[in-house]
């Protein structure tokens, strides 16, 4: 059953990735993004396992979509002609084809579980990752994100940089004062809830999308696999400032991280220096 979902996987991305290729040549993106770009066409980069798989999923569907639209197209175009008046002049009074209706049954059946299946296993991938290693919380609020590091009892509020202060180089509506610091290849458990109204923690490059709900705390992870600057927005329409509150997520190596930990006053810092220095806490 599993070298089957492979099989089947392999051949939709041969597909897709030689019709990605002439899209490629007809719209040029270059290399790696992970934000939004000018004429950009599809997805960003996948930087997480699990947004290789709602690609892959993704692709999938795209196909069987296809399929079905050629299919119902040509079935249409068909029908329209071979009816008509002109080459049907005495139609025909049938209301009812057991065989007919059987079959226009149990195949979108076996198409709809053909999709499920992998549907249902990516659902289940992205629910909770097996050790994390970090944990994060990510609280909503109107109009900013709170970010907290319960383990290092580091917490701090992130706000969008206005227009007006930006500076060369900084995205405007999604570079923020003070952006999320996460290590490379380390899994990452992400808690999400809200202080004031329901917001959404989303990251494209992900794959992550999580309503933050006030009195609920919801999970989701990551273990992003390229260094370098994510971004994310609200995705639930949480007042005026909505589109104001961005997600920037920097990811860096895991020496940066515990020079950026110890600079924040994390608690094995705290350790560290009481270690060395017992006098003074
Ligand atoms: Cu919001």
């Known amino acids: 059953m599993l070298d089957f979902w492979e099989y089947i996987k392999k051949m939709f991305g041969m597909l897709h990735r030689s019709l990605a290729l ?6 040029p993106v270059l290399g790696f993004c992970t934000e939004p770009e000018p004429w950009q066409f599809g997805f960003q980069d996948a930087a997480t396992p699990v947004m290789e798989k709602v690609n892959e999923l993704h692709t999938i569907l795209l196909w069987v979509i296809f399929v079905i ?14 009816f008509h008046e002109k080459r049907n002049p005495i139609p025909s009074k049938t ?13 979108p ?6 999709i499920g299946i992998p549907s249902l296993r990516l659902i289940y991938y992205m629910d909770k990752v097996d050790e994390p290693e970090i944990t994060i919380k990510a609280i909503g609020h109107q ?20 227009t007006a202060d930006l500076k060369p180089g900084q995205k405007r509506l999604l570079e923020v004062d003070r952006p999320v610091v996460l290590p490379v290849n380390t899994n990452i458990r992400i808690l999400t809830t809200s202080a004031d109204v329901i917001h959404s ?67 094995k810092a705290k350790a560290d220096a009481s270690k060395n220095n017992p006098t003074k806490l």
């Open 22 to 27: 002439i899209f490629l040549v007809l719209f």
């Open 69 to 82: 639209a050629v299919f119902v197209a040509a079935l249409l175009l068909y029908t329209g002609w071979r």
């Open 95 to 107: 209301t009812h084809n057991t065989l007919i209706e059987v079959i226009w049954t149990v195949i």
């Open 109 to 114: 059946v076996v198409i709809l579980i053909f």
């Open 143 to 162: 109009w900013y994100w709170e970010y907290e590091y319960p383990e290092e009892d580091i917490s701090f509020d992130s706000y969008m940089i206005k």
């Open 201 to 267: 923690f989303g990251v494209p490059a992900f794959g992550i999308k999580q309503d933050s709900v006030p009195g609920r705390l919801a999970e989701v992870w990551a273990r992003i696999t390229k260094t370098g600057n994510y971004y994310g927005q609200c995705y639930e329409i949480c007042g005026m400032n909505h589109s104001f509150m961005p997600i920037q997520i920097k990811v860096v190596s895991r020496e940066e991280y515990d020079q950026w930990i110890k600079e924040k006053g994390g608690k």
